[in-house]
């Protein structure tokens, strides 16, 4: 059967209670959703939180990797984690649009229950709305998530000085490159696929050395140059990074070098960046590799006294400006 959504799932009368019950509830329904209430209730054993909220308008809505589904769950995870946080819960608002197969959605819900689950997130508050055909692309996801601050994160980019590491935690421009492939129709034997997976193991596990780590952030809209111009803007220290060292998936260099695209520019979903002290750099690059997520962590670069500037230092020895392209180079990938 050919099932899709109508707009009367979203009207509040019997097919509404059937797709709540039946798609949602069915998968997230046994901890703080069960009963429907308005607002979650919630048991904090801290008063240091961190909260955080994004939207998710991918297009296509699956791709190499993954969909939108796990995507949501990731991004927001990751943006907690980042912060030097556990993330605990999120909430998830999903907009669908007439007509989006049912089936889809399925498959969009059981990528959400899966990543929630493999992060250690409980879903707990959310909502549905349907919207006619033609405003909306399929289905938009929100997701807002609260996290509970490990001990001894202390990060910000005042206590970043010169001779820090700049670390990664695995390839970058994956995401974009896995999503482009599918977007454009372009049919690569062994090409790129998407990142999309949590950090916040990578963030725990190196909690006991939290005290020389600087800042951490993940590259994501306008990828790894776009977060390191960030980090410099009004700073009184610069960054350069190693051509030689930056790790590139070999589908993810094919198609770039194919499309004339710089992967410093392109989304990653599943990667962290880390600014940190010398002393810890090695441990910590060591501890992330012991990872499934962090096998491919690399040292690409170091903290200069040239004020606000990225210089990539070439394989042959030259140095140029990494800067932000004006415009985005990839709609529509997270």
Same mark, same amino acid.
């Given at each position: 059967?050919?099932?899709?959504?109508?707009?009367?799932?979203?009207?509040?009368?019997?097919?509404?209670?059937?797709?709540?019950?039946?798609?949602?509830?069915?998968?997230? %329904?046994?901890?703080?959703?069960? *009963?429907?209430?308005?607002?979650?209730? =919630?048991?904090?054993?801290?008063?240091?939180?961190?909260?955080?909220?994004?939207?998710?308008?991918?297009?296509?809505?699956?791709?190499?990797?993954?969909?939108?589904?796990?995507?949501?769950?990731?991004?927001?995870?990751?943006? @907690?984690?980042?912060?030097?946080?556990?993330?605990?819960?999120?909430?998830?608002?999903?907009?669908?649009?007439?007509?989006?197969? @049912?089936?889809?959605?399925?498959?969009?819900?059981?990528?959400?229950?899966?990543?929630?689950?493999?992060?250690?997130?409980?879903?707990?508050? *959310?909502?549905?709305?349907?919207?006619?055909?033609?405003?909306?692309?399929?289905?938009?996801?929100?997701?807002?998530?609260? %996290?509970?601050?490990?001990?001894?994160?202390?990060?910000?980019? *005042?206590?970043?000085?010169?001779?820090?590491?700049?670390?990664?935690?695995?390839?970058?421009?994956?995401?974009?490159?896995?999503?482009?492939?599918?977007?454009?129709?372009?049919?690569?034997?062994?090409?790129?696929?998407?990142?999309?997976?949590?950090?916040?193991?990578?963030?725990?596990?190196?909690?006991?050395?939290?005290?020389?780590?600087?800042?951490?952030?993940?590259?994501?809209?306008?990828?790894?140059?776009?977060?390191?111009?960030?980090?410099?803007?009004?700073?009184?220290? *610069?960054?350069?990074?190693?051509?030689?060292?930056?790790?590139?998936?070999?589908?993810?260099?094919?198609?770039?070098?194919?499309? %004339? =695209?710089?992967?410093?520019?392109?989304?990653?979903?599943? #990667?962290?960046?880390?600014?940190?002290?010398?002393?810890?750099?090695?441990?910590? =690059?060591?501890?992330?590799?012991?990872?499934?997520?962090?096998?491919?962590?690399?040292?690409?670069?170091?903290?200069?006294?040239?004020?606000?500037?990225?210089?990539?230092?070439?394989?042959?020895?030259?140095?140029?400006?990494?800067?932000?392209?004006?415009?985005?180079?990839?709609?529509?990938? #997270?």
């Amino acid at each position: 059967m050919n099932e899709r959504i109508l707009l009367s799932h979203g009207g509040g009368g019997r097919l509404s209670h059937q797709l709540i019950q039946t798609e949602i509830l069915s998968r997230f %329904g046994h901890g703080p959703l069960h *009963g429907l209430p308005d607002a979650a209730s =919630l048991l904090l054993d801290t008063t240091r939180i961190r909260f955080s909220t994004d939207g998710f308008v991918v297009h296509p809505l699956e791709f190499p990797g993954g969909n939108i589904g796990d995507l949501a769950v990731h991004g927001t995870v990751n943006d @907690l984690a980042v912060t030097g946080a556990h993330p605990r819960w999120l909430s998830l608002g999903l907009i669908l649009e007439e007509g989006l197969p @049912l089936v889809l959605l399925r498959r969009v819900l059981d990528a959400i229950q899966t990543a929630a689950q493999n992060c250690g997130v409980v879903i707990a508050t *959310g909502d549905t709305k349907v919207v006619r055909r033609g405003q909306c692309d399929g289905l938009y996801i929100t997701t807002s998530g609260i %996290g509970e601050a490990i001990p001894g994160f202390s990060l910000g980019l *005042g206590q970043v000085v010169a001779g820090d590491r700049i670390l990664v935690s695995g390839t970058l421009g994956d995401h974009g490159m896995a999503v482009l492939s599918v977007r454009e129709g372009l049919k690569i034997e062994n090409g790129p696929v998407s990142d999309s997976r949590p950090v916040h193991r990578l963030v725990a596990g190196v909690a006991a050395m939290a005290a020389e780590i600087r800042f951490m952030r993940d590259p994501t809209r306008g990828g790894l140059a776009t977060v390191l111009n960030e980090m410099t803007v009004g700073q009184p220290f *610069g960054i350069l990074i190693r051509a030689c060292d930056l790790p590139f998936s070999p589908g993810g260099r094919a198609l770039a070098e194919m499309l %004339g =695209l710089d992967l410093l520019h392109v989304a990653s979903e599943g #990667c962290l960046v880390m600014i940190c002290s010398p002393n810890v750099s090695d441990a910590i =690059l060591a501890r992330w590799r012991e990872l499934p997520e962090g096998r491919e962590a690399r040292e690409i670069g170091t903290v200069i006294r040239q004020s606000g500037r990225v210089i990539l230092e070439t394989v042959i020895g030259g140095h140029r400006v990494v800067d932000v392209p004006s415009g985005e180079l990839l709609p529509r990938i #997270c």
